[in-house]
């Protein structure tokens, strides 16, 4: 497997893996996320987010180019307050690996070239945040090193 850059350009490689990614949320939680957006919708959207500074996409492709899974991730300067340390930190906004690539180690190699580029920038904080019924990113997370320090909690009327 092979880690590259997506620019926003080819943002539209990622919508069929966001597009299940979204359902499985859509279906969890219904309020929170709307059902079937459409692809186009998806695709503007994306590339339109990806445009902006700071935030950067990768993904993992197979021998034969197919795309295994992508992260999206935000390099973000926290300021410095009188109650919390401040400086830069990674922030990891989506991951997700096809159906037919799990298993695989794919989504501990996305997380460990986020982690190296941490490394690179000489950023020593990597957050995420991930749905309670995500058992899978859960998992991941853990098994890479990242643990809860916050929960946040909702209600929608």
């Given amino acids: 497997m092979k880690i590259t850059d997506i620019t926003a350009r080819d943002a ?4 069929p893996l966001m597009r299940d990614l979204h359902a499985q949320h859509a279906e969890e939680q219904p309020l929170r996320y709307p059902s ?3 692809d186009s919708d998806i695709a503007d959207w994306l590339s339109d987010w990806m445009e902006k500074d700071g935030i950067q996409a990768i993904a993992a492709q197979s021998p034969a180019g ?23 930190r990674i ?3 989506h991951i997700a690996v096809d159906p037919p690539f799990r298993r ?3 989504g501990q190699a ?6 190296s ?11 995420t945040s991930f749905a309670v019924f995500d058992t899978a990113s859960a998992g991941l997370m853990s098994s890479m090193g990242l643990q809860p320090v916050t929960t946040v909690a909702e209600w929608r009327a």
């Avoid at 539209?12 to 919508?15: F, L, S």
């Avoid at 992260?71 to 109650?83: G, K, N, R, S």
């Avoid at 580029?117 to 957050?127: A, E, K, N, V, Y």
């Fill in 12 to 15: 539209g490689r990622i919508v």
């Fill in 36 to 38: 079937a957006p459409a």
């Fill in 66 to 88: 197919a795309l295994m899974g992508y992260a999206i991730y935000e390099i973000e300067d926290q300021p410095h307050l009188p109650v919390m340390r401040g400086g830069k």
């Fill in 91 to 93: 922030q990891l906004h």
């Fill in 104 to 106: 695989l180690g794919v």
């Fill in 110 to 115: 996305l997380v460990t070239e986020v982690k």
């Fill in 117 to 127: 580029r941490c490394q690179t920038l000489g950023i020593d904080t990597l957050t």
